[in-house]
């Protein structure tokens, strides 16, 4: 019996000073370079490993399908620096953005597998801050680490 994937988004916190080079390293694999950066990614223990070892330079949990139509729709991008359109996502074959985006909710399709489009979405800081600290974790009343269904809420007011 196969378990069923989830869609995770990971949005990047904590900027680069004193970070080791190990944890710089795994936010590289992720594609999470720069503070505000958030990318979507499956819920595969190989991920849900590199999300633990730099927990305390992001944040993350499962995404809602409309959030992933609105990242798509507003910081979707393909190279170039072009807007992702609905045009594009005829081309791959699904019938607007929002198919597209039920389809990486599902887990059918990854962003990083999708030609032309960057699989990394520069997002705003977020609206009226953050609500805790940035150097605690989400449990004890900061921004950091796993914050499941909530990471919706940040997302919103990234976007």
């Given at each position: 019996?196969?378990?069923?994937?989830?869609?995770?988004?990971?949005?990047?916190?904590?900027?680069?000073?004193?970070i080791?080079?190990?944890?710089?390293?795994?936010?590289?694999?992720?594609?999470?370079?720069?503070?505000?950066?958030?990318?979507?990614?499956?819920?595969?223990?190989?991920?849900?490993?590199?999300l633990?070892?730099?927990?305390?330079?992001?944040?993350?949990?499962?995404?809602?399908?409309?959030?992933?139509?609105?990242?798509?729709?507003?910081?979707?991008?393909?190279?170039?620096?072009?807007?992702?359109?609905?045009?594009?996502?005829?081309?791959?074959?699904?019938?607007?953005?929002?198919?597209?985006?039920?389809?990486?909710?599902?887990?059918?399709?990854?962003?990083?597998?999708?030609?032309?489009?960057?699989?990394?979405?520069?997002?705003?800081?977020?609206?009226?801050?953050?609500?805790?600290?940035?150097?605690?974790?989400?449990?004890?009343?900061?921004e950091?680490?796993?914050?499941?269904?909530?990471?919706?809420?940040?997302?919103?007011?990234?976007?």
């Amino acid at each position: 019996m196969e378990e069923k994937r989830k869609c995770l988004v990971a949005i990047r916190i904590r900027g680069m000073s004193d970070i080791s080079q190990e944890i710089k390293d795994t936010l590289n694999m992720l594609r999470l370079t720069r503070n505000c950066h958030a990318t979507l990614i499956d819920d595969r223990p190989a991920y849900k490993g590199m999300l633990r070892k730099s927990k305390d330079y992001l944040t993350w949990g499962e995404v809602s399908q409309e959030n992933i139509a609105l990242l798509l729709k507003k910081r979707g991008k393909l190279t170039g620096d072009k807007k992702l359109t609905d045009e594009y996502a005829k081309e791959l074959g699904y019938k607007s953005l929002d198919d597209l985006a039920e389809a990486m909710f599902k887990v059918e399709v990854e962003c990083s597998s999708l030609s032309k489009v960057k699989p990394v979405f520069r997002l705003r800081p977020p609206k009226k801050g953050f609500k805790g600290k940035v150097k605690r974790s989400y449990a004890a009343g900061g921004e950091l680490g796993y914050r499941g269904d909530a990471i919706n809420d940040l997302l919103k007011r990234m976007v």
